[in-house]
């Protein structure tokens, strides 16, 4: 008897932490997108793509914040059901990411403190990371620990664009974007590891399978950014746009 209570207990534990950890995620991406639009950074005269894309991003963390509450609150049938809006969310999640990072690109070179090249393919190759560790996640919701494992990478993943916001980057170049896009976000994995650790003495493989992923992705998308390949990519993209007048390299905006 005293087993399965310790057990029903680490079970909510469990699902206490992922709810946490999900509301903490959200803070970081919602407090990021309205200190840029409190400091003038964004303003709600951007062109109509920007707004799509912010809005069907804030619906994926509505989205996977409601998803932890029902599992917390043992609404497992409506957590199924609702599961099933990921299927249609992230194939669009993806092609607005592309859209707006190619629209920035070309219209401004992205964030002047970010590489044109680390910006325009770190962010093509982490969004289509994001949809991987997402995908795979829905793949294995039987296997629930590994499910809601991937699908906290997969939103820790996403991340970047809020650290990137809260954080001074300016004063973080030239490696801006490896901490707003890889350092930062990889605390959240990290707790998670932690928080395994000390609740069943071990740390889930699906920790490192799915972080290691995003990792590798990233890394896997610098070398190419910075090889003559993706530096041909970048000009050619941006060739005869607005975007091609700033410098490739990052630099502290004026």
């Given at each position: 008897m005293a087993t399965v209570a310790r057990a029903s207990q680490t079970r909510t534990d469990e699902h206490r932490f992922f709810l946490l950890s999900a509301l903490a995620m959200a803070f970081v991406l919602i407090a990021g997108f309205l200190t840029s639009l409190a400091a003038g950074r964004s303003s709600f005269g951007l062109p109509a793509i920007y707004h799509v894309h912010a809005v069907i991003f804030m619906g994926w963390i509505a989205l996977y914040v409601t998803q932890n509450a029902l599992v917390a609150g043992q609404a497992l049938r409506w957590h199924r059901r609702l599961g099933w809006l990921a299927l249609v969310w992230l194939p669009v999640m993806v092609a607005l990411a592309i859209t707006v990072t190619?629209?920035?690109?070309?219209?401004?070179?992205g964030p002047p403190v970010f590489d044109v090249n680390a910006f325009l393919i770190g962010n093509i190759v982490g969004v289509l990371t994001f949809a991987a560790l997402a995908g795979t996640g829905i793949?294995?919701?039987?296997?629930?620990?590994?499910?809601?494992?991937?699908?906290?990478?997969?939103m820790a993943a996403i991340t970047g664009p809020g650290f990137g916001r809260l954080l001074p980057m300016p004063f973080l170049i030239p490696w801006a974007w490896w901490i707003a896009a890889l350092v930062a976000p990889s605390i959240f994995p990290l707790i998670g590891m932690i928080a395994d650790r000390r609740r069943t003495g071990h740390v889930h493989p699906a920790w490192f399978w799915g972080w290691g992923f995003f990792a590798a992705m990233f890394l896997l998308a610098e070398l190419f950014a910075y090889s003559s390949w993706g530096l041909a990519l970048t000009d050619a993209v941006i060739a005869g746009t607005p975007g091609a007048a700033r410098p490739i390299a990052a630099f502290f905006p004026r």
């Open positions: 190619v629209t920035s690109a070309r219209d401004h070179g793949t294995l919701r039987r296997r629930t620990d590994w499910h809601r494992r991937l699908m906290f990478c997969a």
